[in-house]
């Protein structure tokens, strides 16, 4: 009876496992321990990792330093202590140079200046949970924030409100929507999001595991599905492709706006080159993977070959 159950079990499951799409090796390889940490210090979770202009790479983490700032050659340049968070997740740099924070369980965004200072906040006071989508700026458990040309901004919210939000660039509201569910327009965990030069914004619809598509008033335009789980988004506008993390099959892939794979990078794993839970990813000027790992508390470079 147990042998004829697990047959079962895995006939239901196979041609789930057969769907999901992939595609040749990326040409990259890791540069083993490219982060310079100074003597007794590590990362905790890396939740978040973007780079500014100049190629630096802005790490965020669940340790004593949650924001650190490294050049391309894995130089420590700065590292904050003092900050408002309780729980890392998201980080952006914007074309202004200013870091954004998102706070998962503190429920707010917060902007920096590139040297540490608090330029704006937005989330609920002392940190409170927003109720289901019943109010227009505190969030519950957000998880990412990306930025139009214009300096609109949207923010994934997230967790619980499984929602999208758009401010103008003073952090007025200005629209929302999603709710929970599996529909189209609808979300399970939105975890993070993206926007490309066309002006379309791509959502990490997580649990649901695909990207759905949308204007930036929120109509929907597509979806793309049997791709893993999206656990974070990164646009590169130079090659007109989005880079993923696929945190539950431990790879990063390559995908054209059509939603096409186009390469695949890494496995699970604990040696360098391996991934465990990589939750967010950024790409600098000369094509080099930046992966922030939860699991294996680090951040990642790959070059390419």
Not at 16 to 22: F, G, V
Not at 164 to 181: A, P, S
Not at 218 to 224: E, N, P, R, S, V
Not at 272 to 293: Q, R
């Amino acid at each position: 009876m147990r042998i004829q159950v697990l047959l079962l079990m895995f006939a239901t499951l196979s041609p789930a496992l057969a769907e999901l799409k992939s595609g040749p090796p990326l040409p990259y390889e890791v540069v083993e321990n490219w982060a310079q940490l100074p003597k007794g210090w590590n990362f905790g979770e890396c939740s978040g990792v973007d780079v500014d202009k100049d190629d630096n790479v802005w790490i965020f983490n669940r340790g004593a330093h949650p924001v650190i700032q490294f050049d391309k050659n894995g130089k420590m340049l700065q590292a904050w202590a003092e900050m408002p968070v309780k729980s890392s997740h998201g980080l952006r740099v914007d074309a202004d140079g200013n870091i954004w924070t998102v706070d998962v369980e503190g429920h707010r965004i917060v902007k920096f200046s590139p040297g540490g200072r608090v330029l704006m906040m937005i989330g609920g006071v002392g940190g409170t949970a927003g109720k289901e989508g019943d109010t227009k700026d505190a969030f519950n458990r957000p998880t990412d924030v990306t930025f139009a040309p214009n300096g609109d901004f949207f923010v994934s919210d997230g967790y619980i409100n499984s929602r999208v939000i758009k401010f103008n660039k003073d952090g007025d509201y200005l629209t929302q929507w999603g709710r929970k569910g599996t529909g189209d327009s609808e979300f399970n965990l939105v975890h993070d999001v993206a926007l490309d030069s066309h002006g379309r914004l791509y959502v990490a619809d997580r649990n649901n595991q695909r990207v759905q598509l949308f204007d930036q008033s929120g109509k929907f335009l597509g979806k793309w599905t049997d791709i893993g789980s999206p656990w974070g988004l990164y646009y590169v506008g130079r090659e007109n492709a989005i880079y993923m993390c696929d945190g539950v099959n431990d790879r990063i892939i390559k995908l054209n706006l059509e939603g096409q794979v186009l390469g695949v990078l890494g496995s699970h794993g604990k040696a360098a080159g391996k991934l465990d839970f990589p939750h967010n990813l950024a790409v600098d000027s000369t094509g080099a993977i930046y992966v922030a790992e939860i699991k294996n508390w680090r951040v990642q470079k790959f070059v390419k070959k």
